[in-house]
């Protein structure tokens, strides 16, 4: 399948997450302070923009994405753009994309990763699909499939951005816990993250 070039962009070379926190302060209580409600710190409060504030009409459709494994580092992840008109601006998620009417999800992976990364897909492995009937809000069904594809650190040095802020590669538990993922990436990584222990669950 031939696809066309995507525009230039620029290189991003992979970055383990450390995971490290800041030491806690030693500050000591007073009488006076300990039942005290205490308003929360800045950094503590999710920002009401962009996640919140936008108007812009947002469209759902079916899409795929790619559950990337550079080799035993972890997932790569893109940060995507603080935009109000995309789901779940400012949130680190899966690469790949909405599928074209009548478009295999495989071949519109490829096409979105191709665009993205200019990564030539070469193996992906059906992980799974989730299902939104967003019959509430008077839409139809849409679904989202994931498929696994390992690359090589060579091939991970190599890709380069050309849609969203950053990418990064992460172990799994540093994604999972501290990262703010897309609930929906979010929940597909943990199914693969765990995959060993939710096989056995049954």
Request: no cysteine.
């Amino acid at each position: 399948m031939a696809i066309s070039p995507g525009r230039p962009g620029r290189r991003w070379r992979k970055r383990i997450f450390s995971g490290k926190s800041s030491p806690r302060s030693n500050a000591i209580r007073t009488p006076s302070s300990r039942h005290r409600a205490r308003r929360p710190s800045p950094e503590h409060l999710m920002p009401l923009e962009p996640l919140l504030a936008g108007q812009t009409p947002l469209s759902a459709n079916d899409a795929a994405a790619a559950i990337i494994l550079v080799e035993s580092d972890g997932y790569l992840l893109q940060l995507r753009d603080a935009r109000p008109d995309i789901w779940y601006p400012d949130h680190w998620g899966l690469f790949g994309g909405g599928t074209e009417p009548g478009e295999d999800p495989v071949r519109a992976l490829a096409r979105e990763l191709y665009e993205e990364l200019e990564l030539k897909l070469e193996t992906a492995e059906f992980f799974a699909r989730i299902d939104f009937d967003l019959g509430g809000l008077g839409l139809e069904r849409y679904f989202r499939s994931y498929y696994v594809v390992p690359i090589s650190r060579v091939v991970a040095d190599r890709l380069v951005l050309h849609e969203g802020a950053a990418m990064r590669v992460f172990g799994g538990a540093d994604a999972l816990t501290q990262l703010r993922l897309a609930p929906y990436d979010a929940f597909a990584l943990y199914l693969h993250y765990a995959r060993s222990r939710i096989a056995h669950g049954s």
